[in-house]
């Protein structure tokens, strides 16, 4: 007999799995792809699709809202373990990373009046107030020079997901975003080494076994997949 709990989690896992099914859905087909695409790719039935969204409208919005929110995880996480110059920049680059082959999302968060729907308009808003601090602490360490605002990252930021997006060759790519990010960079000295990614270490977020911090890419948060499994369970059950 299944318990109450365990129609919850199935219901967790059939909405992470339509949630996933869609982002990549909407980075190959465009934001017309059709719903029954997207049931297929997740292996459900159009009518769970249904049971969690009720419109194509809300699936997107959810797509897009879960980008934003895990964009701003990463900030968050960068802030709290990294020097403000190295945290901005890393920030950036995950953000160009995570977002390349997602041209909507980039439009979603640029446009002031696109999706105002009270989820997506939150997060979008939650995402500007962390770029906001993250710019403006690199700023004051000397790391960034002083005449770039919020906007003008945004833009920038975009255009670089844009640039990774058109090569093939991805670490070229990469090198081509580095160079356009290191424009942000004063002229002058800095108080910080003017590094993307730094050798500090950080810490597994399950057992608390130290990682060493990658060249590019977003920040290490597990040291396996034994860790990362773990905490995949633990959220699911949550």
């Known amino acids: 007999m299944t318990t109450i709990g365990g129609d919850r989690a199935d219901a967790r896992r059939n909405r992470a799995k339509v949630l996933a099914a869609a982002g990549q859905a909407i980075a190959e087909q465009g934001l017309d792809v059709p719903l029954g695409d997207i049931a297929r790719r997740a292996g459900v039935g159009a009518g769970t699709v249904y049971r969690h969204f009720p419109s194509k409208q809300a699936l997107l919005e959810a797509v897009f809202t879960q ?24 920030f950036l680059l995950d953000v160009v990373e995570l977002s390349s082959g997602r041209g909507h999302i980039c439009d979603v968060v640029t446009a002031d009046t696109s999706w105002p729907r009270p989820l997506l308009t939150a997060s979008r808003l939650r995402f500007g107030q962390v770029l ?58 800095v108080t910080e080494e003017r590094s993307f990614r730094d050798d500090q270490s950080v810490h597994c977020e399950e057992c608390g076994a130290a990682l060493t911090v990658r060249p590019t890419g977003r920040p290490g948060r597990y040291c396996g997949a034994t860790c990362r499994q773990r905490a995949r369970r633990r959220r699911l059950a949550g």
């Open 67 to 90: 980008h934003l929110d895990d964009l701003i995880a990463s900030g968050e996480r960068w802030a709290a373990r990294f020097p403000p110059t190295a945290a901005f920049f890393g």
């Open 132 to 189: 906001t601090a993250l710019l403006h602490a690199a700023q004051r360490a000397g790391g960034v020079r002083p005449d770039v605002g919020p906007e003008d990252v945004l833009a920038l930021t975009a255009g670089c997901v844009s640039m990774l997006t058109a090569r093939h060759d991805r670490p070229a790519g990469l090198k081509l975003v580095q160079l356009t990010l290191n424009g942000l960079h004063p002229s002058g000295p």
